[in-house]
């Protein structure tokens, strides 16, 4: 089974920055895209930023300008480059993995990883 291994996560004050990663077990063959997802306690969890399998870009509108979605194919590994935080980007951070196979959509979530913007 692929396995998602999120890391750097933690507490930063407002206007810092953070660098998270998600890396791969393995090579996921198929792999069409890859997403950045938060959850805030209480709330929804929301889509953050989104690559696709040809580097093009997504971000929600609460990020864009801030955060960096990137891929570094040859360690398996996606980033989330958070800069100018905020106190509501308090939330655990999800990559999910999006794979194609047959035709058929899979998808495989990271375990997460706490970010906490103090005031």
């Known amino acids: 089974q692929v396995q998602l291994v999120e890391s750097g996560g933690g507490l930063v004050q407002g206007g810092g920055s953070l660098r998270l990663s998600c890396a791969a077990s393995r090579t996921i063959f198929g792999l069409t895209a890859m997403n950045w997802y938060r959850q805030a306690p209480g709330k929804e969890r929301e889509l953050v930023a989104a690559?696709?399998?040809?580097?093009?870009?997504n971000y929600a509108d609460s990020v864009r300008g801030r955060f960096t979605i990137s891929r570094d194919n040859a360690k398996n590994t996606v980033f989330l480059q958070m800069n100018n935080l905020k106190s509501e980007d308090t939330a655990v951070y999800y990559c999910?993995?999006?794979?194609?196979?047959?035709?058929?959509?899979?998808?495989?979530w990271g375990q997460g990883t706490r970010v906490t913007v103090s005031s």
């Open positions: 690559i696709n399998s040809g580097g093009f870009t």
């Open positions: 999910r993995a999006l794979v194609m196979v047959s035709g058929i959509e899979h998808q495989y």
